[in-house]
């Protein structure tokens, strides 16, 4: 169970990835997607968990702030290497891209299919969606390889492995897919 505070965000190291804790009604679907992308995906990179209130500054500030801790980032800002953002809160991926901006990090956008699976579609900074037409198969080779450098402070960090497919069951995650741009 995520810790509880209404008044700021909260970065937290959870076993093999960070989980971003929002305020309000955004502690729940944040704690249900750490138990369903850790245990499945053993991937070390950014969970992003929204609401509507959040304050897209503060917020990117802080993710920063979480990749430091983590070993993503040294506190000059430079990137160890170019984390992936995810968002899995219901509605604007507003706040996530901006993030994903400001960190020069991919966006990853869970949206749950029909068949009951999660699919995760993938954004530049930019906003402009990676497809199989412009490097979505070089994107998901380096999430699958691990050949991105690893920070000094790796004990920090677990070991970068994800399924090839990238797509995960849709076991704990009940909140409303969120809108693409």
């Known amino acids: 169970?995520?810790?509880?505070?209404?008044?700021?965000?909260?970065?937290?190291?959870?076993?093999?990835?960070?989980?971003?804790?929002?305020?309000?009604?955004?502690?729940?679907?944040?704690?249900?997607?750490?138990?369903c992308i850790g245990p499945t995906?053993?991937?070390?990179?950014?969970?992003v968990a929204h609401d509507g209130g959040a304050e897209a500054l503060g917020c990117a500030e802080l993710f920063a702030r979480a990749a430091v801790h983590a070993g993503f980032a040294t506190r000059?800002?430079?990137?160890?290497?170019?984390?992936?953002?995810y968002d899995v809160g219901a509605g604007?991926?507003?706040?996530?891209?901006?993030?994903?901006?400001?960190?020069d990090a991919t966006l990853a956008v869970f949206?749950?299919?029909?068949?009951?699976?999660?699919?995760?579609?993938?954004?530049?900074?930019?906003g402009k969606a990676i497809t199989e037409d412009?490097?979505?198969?070089?994107?998901?080779?380096?999430?699958?390889?691990g050949r991105t450098p690893q920070p000094v402070n790796s004990a920090h960090v677990g070991e970068?492995?994800?399924r090839h497919d990238l797509h995960v069951p849709h076991r704990h995650h009940t909140g409303q897919p969120p809108t693409l741009p």
């Open 92 to 103: 604007s991926v507003d706040y996530a891209l901006f993030c994903a901006r400001t960190l």
């Open 1 to 35: 169970m995520l810790p509880d505070d209404p008044q700021y965000f909260r970065a937290l190291v959870q076993g093999d990835h960070i989980v971003a804790k929002a305020p309000g009604d955004a502690v729940g679907p944040a704690a249900r997607i750490a138990r």
């Open 160 to 162: 970068r492995v994800v």
């Open 134 to 145: 412009n490097g979505l198969a070089a994107v998901r080779d380096r999430l699958a390889s």
């Open 41 to 47: 995906i053993k991937i070390t990179e950014i969970v």
């Open 111 to 126: 949206t749950q299919r029909a068949d009951g699976h999660v699919e995760l579609r993938l954004y530049e900074p930019n």
């Open 76 to 85: 000059q800002g430079h990137l160890w290497h170019k984390p992936v953002v």
